[in-house]
């Protein structure tokens, strides 16, 4: 198993507590935790042994490159199991998370495997604006029952699932240029890691008896983190897209945004803002996405 953090002493400590009360695997298993540069208590947190699970070999690494993906990429140079199980430092796992991997690895023997995402309101209550259509964007996911995942808009998430050790010398790690950097809250490793297992024709079971539990910080519950979630995703998009072309955006993007602007203010107008934020997110990815099909220097490299 691989956990990543990066100066989330607090949303750590409980997660290791969670690691210990995991049902134990026919199989042994170890830890190893990365400790990707943080500043903050994790290095002397992972040093202390109270919490490590009994009988289970961990060893905690530092990775001085910035990113998730370059934490991860060095919890595969480190791993000795023949499949790593990756989760985040905010997640608690069900008590049956192991096991249920354990049997569809024994039963498939699969490539890659995904799991459920439920999320869990750690801090304050669910407001009115959280519709079910935006948990996917806090991380829900469920695919339903166990079967093989072939398409590509059924990934799994960076929060739960599980990559055979070889898998990575056929495809690779994950791209650097992906995923959380420190505070910057980008994403999309884990997809466009998908895809590539997808493409090179390797099988990809989904377990949802696998289940974590994604806890939801209270900064996370306001409008301005989903706004920003998608900003940033377009002006990530918008350059890679761009590459080195033109910097004159193609035509067809200024009416996208203006149909898209148009409908988050009626239906805001029509239902108020509990009912608009979906909309409004469809708008600002299209103005990050122009933005930096203009103006973006390093974010297409």
């Not at 993906?69 to 997640?91: C, M, P, Q, T």
């Not at 983190?225 to 377009?234: K, M, P, T, V």
């Not at 193609?250 to 239902?271: D, F, H, I, N, T």
Request: net charge neutral; charged share 30%; glycine share 10%.
């Amino acid at each position: 198993m691989a956990l990543c953090s990066h100066n989330h002493a607090d949303r750590l400590r409980r997660t290791l507590g969670d690691l210990g009360r995991l049902d134990s695997p026919v199989r042994g298993w170890e830890l190893v935790a990365v400790d990707n540069a943080s500043s903050d208590a994790t290095p002397a947190l992972l040093a202390d042994t109270a919490w490590r699970p009994e009988g289970v070999p961990v060893r905690v690494v530092r990775e001085m490159k910035l990113g998730l993906s370059n934490a991860r990429n060095r919890a595969i140079e480190e791993a000795r199991g023949e499949y790593i199980l990756f989760v985040d430092d905010d997640e608690t796992p069900d008590s049956a998370w192991l096991q249920a991997y354990e049997q569809a690895i024994v039963n498939n023997r699969p490539d890659a495997l995904g799991g459920r995402i439920e999320v869990m309101f750690e801090q304050g209550e669910r407001p009115a604006w959280l519709q079910d259509e935006l948990l996917g964007f806090l991380g829900q996911l469920n695919h339903g029952d166990e079967c093989w995942l072939t398409e590509t808009g059924t990934p799994f998430y960076g929060g739960n699932f599980a990559v055979r050790q070889d898998l990575f010398d056929a495809v690779g790690g994950f791209d650097t240029e992906l995923g959380r950097k420190g505070s910057v809250n980008d994403g999309g490793e884990d997809t466009e890691f998908y895809r590539r297992v997808l493409a090179g024709g390797h099988k990809i079971r989904w377990v949802p008896d696998a289940v974590i539990y994604h806890r939801i910080q209270v900064n996370k519950l306001r409008r301005g983190y989903f706004l920003e979630l998608h900003y940033r995703q377009g002006r990530m998009e918008g350059a890679r897209r761009r590459g080195e072309g033109s910097r004159l955006p193609p035509l067809y993007l200024l009416p996208q945004l203006g149909r898209a602007v148009g409908r988050a203010l009626k239906r805001r107008w029509a239902e108020g803002s509990d009912a608009s934020l979906r909309l409004e997110m469809n708008a600002v990815y299209f103005w990050g996405y122009i933005l930096a099909w203009m103006f973006a220097r390093n974010e297409a490299r």
